[in-house]
């Protein structure tokens, strides 16, 4: 089972150019779970809770149309949180704010972007250019997670290290456990994808 990892400082004692590898995680995260429910007689509701799409349909609803309107409104859920994903240049006004609030405004990221691409990672911080990749899969959690990540990118930019300095800055981050509770909790439920969901 997946875990969160932290691999910078073994990478980093290798090749300090490399960038860090940190926090593994697998590749999808979203379940789909049906609700039936007897109250609803034809109205049909689709809504995030965690990393599960919840879609709730009257209980006498038949599998056909149950297998029709179940990837409607889970594609209805992902445009709309779409929508509401922040751009490139808010996830960077968001790293220099926190780097202002919590490092005096000392670490300086020569950019912050969304990476598709990173699918093993949550985040990673190239020392070489100072550069900072986010992995988009973060953008349908709470804000408090992302902001989580942010922190411990940003911290890398002053000490290379899991040292303990390093946990130093990322404690100025008072959400930082439960971020990390958070992670661990979506990671584990990975684990259980096949049991979990309904479809
Ligand atoms: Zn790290």
Avoid at 25 to 49: C, G, K, L, M
Avoid at 82 to 97: H, M, N, Q, V
Wanted: some cysteine; glycine content about 6%.
């Amino acid at each position: 089972m997946p875990k969160i990892s932290h691999t910078c400082s073994t990478v980093n004692s290798v090749d300090p150019n490399a960038p860090f590898l940190d926090f593994e995680i697998p590749n999808d995260p979203t379940r789909i779970e049906v609700r039936r429910s007897t109250r609803r007689r034809r109205t049909v509701s689709a809504f995030r809770e965690g990393t599960t799409i919840v879609v709730a349909i009257p209980a006498r609803m038949s599998k056909r149309d149950e297998a029709q309107v179940v990837p409607e409104m889970v594609a209805k859920v992902e445009r709309a949180e779409r929508k509401l994903r922040p751009g490139d240049s808010e996830l960077g006004e968001r790293a220099a704010k926190l780097s202002k609030e919590l490092f005096g405004g000392l670490a300086r990221p020569s950019s912050v972007r969304w990476s598709q691409q990173m699918q093993q990672r949550w985040g990673s911080c190239t020392l070489d250019d100072a550069s900072i990749r986010i992995s988009s899969r973060l953008q349908g959690m709470p804000r408090y997670v992302l902001d989580y990540v942010l922190v411990h990118e940003l911290a890398h930019l002053l000490e290379a290290a899991h040292s303990e300095r390093f946990f130093e800055f990322e404690r100025r981050f008072a959400r930082a456990e439960r971020a990390i509770g958070f992670l661990e909790g979506w990671q584990n439920a990975q684990g259980d994808l096949t049991d979990l969901s309904d479809i």
